[in-house]
């Protein structure tokens, strides 16, 4: 089987840091990976996959419009409802009226008191966003997954692996995996860290 688009590492890293020297699990931890993953991002309450996004976002009624995932790699248009209702007209806002602040994705109007109007889907957001994943091959700009954020999924790949042979893991569904998972972070307080590190603000 092949890991899902989402998934945050390589069966190939996972097995270099799990010691693993034959492909005879190769399967179990490709589904781990991806189950570990979808935790993650779940988690924290974002995406962090290197993609094309196309966002319609309620406005926070302050000068910042917060965006759902990032890092911001480019191509950002910013678009505003001129309708007022679910129709979604929407109308260009021109870049020069705000900034762009990459890493922590996030919007900012440069006349402070402009603001993000607070109305369901009131602004759409085009961009290019995410993470690289370390070891994949990707062309044009990005920006590498932080090795943390990568460890983080060893972890928690690690935390049923090593416990397959007591546990029956191969039986186990995603939910069973998650319940774990949060084990896994109440014991290991770095890794509890981590991931509330990289919580989309509003979590």
């Not at 890092?71 to 021109?94: A, F, H, K, R």
Request: one cysteine or more; a negative charge.
């Amino acid at each position: 089987m092949a890991l899902d688009d989402n998934s945050l590492t390589t069966l190939a890293r996972t097995k270099d840091y799990l010691g693993v020297t034959n492909d005879s699990n190769d399967t179990l931890l490709e589904r781990l990976i991806d189950a570990a993953s979808s935790f993650i991002e779940t988690y924290c309450d974002r995406t962090f996959k290197l993609t094309s996004y196309i966002l319609q976002q309620e406005g926070s009624g302050t000068d910042t419009l917060i965006l759902r995932n990032y890092p911001v790699i480019g191509g950002v248009v910013l678009d505003e409802n001129q309708s007022g209702d679910s129709t979604q007209d929407y109308n260009t806002i021109e870049s020069k009226n705000y900034w762009v602040f990459n890493t922590d994705g996030y919007l900012q109007f440069l006349n402070s008191e402009t603001v993000f109007i607070a109305t369901p889907e009131q602004y759409q957001v085009t961009y290019e966003g995410g993470y690289r994943v370390q070891g994949a091959t990707v062309t044009g700009q990005h920006i590498a997954l932080p090795l943390d954020l990568e460890l983080a999924t060893w972890k928690l790949v690690s935390s049923i692996f090593n416990t397959r042979n007591t546990d029956g893991i191969s039986s186990q569904t995603l939910g069973n995996y998650s319940v774990t998972f949060i084990q896994a972070m109440e014991m290991d307080n770095e890794l509890r860290m981590t991931l509330d590190n990289y919580k989309h603000p509003n979590v």
